[in-house]
């Protein structure tokens, strides 16, 4: 069974201080990866996709890297507006749906 | 542009009634998704549309939950005889083809008293 797996499930930072996210993800013919960011009481917003191990991808601050068995998203220098619950999905081998992970909860603090 | 527009952002109703959530998706998305979300727990996928049509009912908890897609746009989740263990947040998302990345609404949260 496709699975995703976040950690750490909450992450307190000081402001500016860089650390890195995980989702691990076992998967037939992976299909791709999405991160996507979500703030309280709102939806999911995308952030990034990854096809292939080694591609990269940045955003301000955000940077998403991906091997084969896991990608990282690498927050660097954070502020307290990166406050929020980083979403880890593949898609599920032979669907057309995404699986999720649990998310990791960060908070910056000032 | 318009996003996904959800409705009602909130709905309390009482153990046993029926309830309606809408879902507006982008205009020309033409594949629809709904997941729930409880606390503490990851985005579980309910249905899929593609069109009109609902290839991949999989996710659906039981016979309770329904929904449909008109004109290949509104979509409407409908749980019946609701239950507490329904309390969640129900999201709904949109996007240009499968392949494409999910944009999500804010979600309707349920709850059930």
């Known amino acids: 069974e496709d699975q995703v797996t976040q950690s750490p499930e909450a992450l307190r930072l000081q402001e500016g201080e860089s650390s890195s996210l995980n989702c691990s993800y076992t998967v037939s013919g992976l299909r791709g990866l999405f991160w996507y960011r979500q703030d309280p009481g709102k939806g999911p917003e995308f952030l990034f996709t990854?096809?292939?191990a080694g591609e990269e991808k940045e955003k301000e601050r955000l940077k998403a890297t991906l091997t084969k068995k896991e990608s990282f998203l690498h927050i660097t220098a954070p502020k307290p507006e990166d406050s929020a619950t980083y979403l880890c999905?593949?898609?599920?081998?032979?669907?057309?749906?995404?699986?999720f992970g649990k998310g990791n909860q960060v908070v910056v603090i000032p | 542009g318009a996003g996904v527009s959800q409705s009602p952002s909130n709905k309390v109703t009482e153990k046993g009634k029926d309830v309606e959530l809408r879902c507006d998706p982008i205009s020309g998305h033409t594949a629809l998704y709904w997941y729930r979300q409880s606390l503490g727990q990851g985005l579980e996928f309910l249905i899929y549309f593609q069109g009109n049509s609902a290839p991949d009912k999989s996710g659906l908890p039981s016979d309770r939950f329904s929904a449909e897609r008109t004109g290949g746009s509104v979509s409407t989740l409908t749980i019946q005889r609701t239950q507490q263990e329904d309390s969640a947040v129900y999201l709904c998302?949109?996007?240009?083809?499968?392949?494409?990345?999910?944009?999500f609404g804010n979600g309707t949260r349920l709850t059930v008293t």
């Open positions: 990854l096809y292939s």
């Open positions: 999905a593949v898609p599920v081998y032979g669907n057309n749906r995404l699986a």
């Open positions: 998302a949109s996007s240009l083809d499968p392949n494409s990345p999910l944009h």
